[in-house]
């Protein structure tokens, strides 16, 4: 079966522009999470969707980073006005449930370089 | 806050070596560590899952053990071969998931 997919897999973009960065789960998983790794750091926690629950939001850097789970299934990271430091690779991942005992599958990323 | 470490950041061994990689969390109240994966280009790939109930987790040569109390986890490599060669992440689980920096770790044939 197919795993987590990113699109786009790599990002120019100018300071100032606004992006949007696209997550499809695996099918039937009700849990999505979005990351963020920097170069040289560990990932960072940003948000995840559980099902139609409301969001926890509480990683997001700032308000200029939103989130959407349109129908319980694709993901949309929007950031807008983008800085030099939102320079990173976003993951995300997503598992059947939300639960803690349940393993996170990964999707290979996308590159974002904010020149 | 909960704050991962990895020690090594890099490894280089020569094929068929056995190496451990170590990972240290500063918050006890943990429900499980994972172990990844990551290769270039490509997404994280769950190795091992320890609940904070187990002590161990092995799937073929790899070997992962948690010391909850003391906030230490190992990653044990048996017979080293080139194919290891990625970035290994572990990562706590509270309420949301923290993870290390990762040890790059190179098997050199």
Same mark, same amino acid.
């Given at each position: 079966g197919a795993g987590v997919s990113q699109s786009p897999s790599n990002k120019v973009t100018e300071k100032g522009k606004d992006v949007e960065l696209r997550c499809d789960p695996i099918s039937g998983h009700t849990a999505l999470y979005w990351y963020r790794q920097s170069l040289g750091q560990g990932l960072e926690f940003l948000i995840y969707f559980q099902g139609?629950? &409301?969001?926890?939001?509480?990683?997001?850097?700032?308000?200029?980073f939103s989130a959407e789970r349109t129908g319980g299934s694709v993901s949309t990271l929007t950031i807008q006005?983008?800085?030099?430091?939102?320079s990173a690779v976003y993951l995300c991942a997503s598992s059947r449930?939300?639960?803690? &005992?349940e393993t996170q599958y990964f999707g290979p990323g996308t590159r974002l370089l904010v020149l | 806050k909960q704050e991962v470490t990895q020690i090594p950041a890099a490894l280089s061994v020569p094929e068929g070596e056995n190496l451990v990689l170590n990972c240290s969390f500063?918050?006890?109240?943990?429900?499980n560590l994972q172990w990844f994966r990551q290769d270039p280009g490509k997404g994280l790939t769950s190795l091992l899952l320890i609940q904070s109930s187990q002590r161990e987790q092995t799937s073929g040569r790899l070997n992962a053990s948690l010391d909850k109390s003391s906030g230490r986890s190992t990653l044990y490599i048996a017979a080293s071969q080139p194919g290891d060669s990625a970035t290994y992440l572990c990562a706590v689980r509270n309420n949301d998931m923290r993870f290390g920096a990762g040890t790059r770790l190179t098997v050199k044939p």
């Open positions: 139609n629950s &409301a969001p926890d939001k509480s990683g997001l850097p700032s308000d200029r006005r983008t800085q030099q430091e939102d449930v939300a639960g803690v &005992a | 500063t918050d006890s109240a943990i429900y």
